[in-house]
Antibody
Framework: EVQLVESGGGLVQPGGSLRLSCAAS????????MSWVRQAPEKGLEWVAN????????YYVDSVKGRFTISRDNAKNSLYLQMNSLRAEDTAVYYC??????????????WGQGTLVTVSS | EIVLTQSPATLSLSPGERATLSCRAS??????LAWYQQKPGQAPRLLIY???NRATGIPARFSGSGSGTDFTLTISSLEPEDFAVYYC?????FGQGTRLEIK
């Protein structure tokens, strides 16, 4: 079964840091682009960042550039999101998702169950 | 950057009725559009990709159509478990969602 399991969320103060992890199983992790997508409370979906199969290319939404870093460890079948200088507006459930189909026209399948990040003092 | 506009924002229907959800792109996206279903407290689930292809395990009552700028997700006969929020997606852009609620 193809599965993604996120961890690492929690409560952090503004300006703080957090590292999210996503453990992949059931597929050849190193063959796929991977993404992080977030959802603020009662809001819609927002793509945050993605990374190529070998980690050589990384892309970010403008609002997190310079603060967030996406990375992966193909030997550990794991995806990461290092989040620094966190702001209240970063409060959201963060999902990792596999990108499928022809880049950049693909879709996201599957999604992890999500991990909640709350930025508050 | 492409903008995806979904309508209506909320759709109130009864089980057994037909649901028609719309997604309009600000410029042509060919057939590169996906649809997702999200239930409360759950992650989004892929329903349709490339505008009209059902994902694995998705019931036949779900269908997608359209190309260019106008796309439709149709649920032919609503089941109780279909009441949820639906999103369209193209590249890294998502629509704002349509909430399908029980009338």
């Amino acid at each position: 079964e193809v599965q993604l399991v996120e961890s690492g969320g929690g409560l952090v103060q503004p300006g703080g840091s957090l590292r999210l992890s996503c453990a992949a199983s059931g597929f050849t992790f190193s063959s796929y682009w991977m993404s992080w997508v977030r959802q603020a409370p009662e809001k819609g979906l927002e793509w945050v960042a993605n990374i190529t199969q070998d980690g050589s290319e990384k892309y970010y939404v403008d609002s997190v550039k310079g603060r967030f870093t996406i990375s992966r460890d193909n030997a550990k079948n794991s995806l990461y999101l290092q989040m620094n200088s966190l702001r209240a507006e970063d409060t959201a459930v963060y999902y990792c998702a596999r990108e499928v189909g022809p880049t950049p026209e693909g879709w996201f399948d599957p999604w992890g169950q999500g991990t909640l990040v709350t930025v508050s003092s | 950057e492409i903008v995806l506009t979904q309508s209506p924002a909320t759709l109130s229907l009864s089980p057994g009725e037909r649901a028609t959800l719309s997604c309009r792109a600000s410029q042509s996206v060919s057939s590169y559009l996906a649809w997702y279903q999200q239930k409360p407290g759950q992650a989004p689930r892929l329903l349709i990709y490339d505008a009209s292809n059902r994902a694995t395990g998705i019931p036949a009552r779900f269908s997608g159509s359209g190309s260019g700028t106008d796309f439709t997700l149709t649920i032919s006969s609503l089941e109780p478990e279909d009441f949820a929020v639906y999103y369209c997606q193209q590249r890294k852009t998502f629509g704002q969602g349509t909430r399908l609620e029980i009338k």
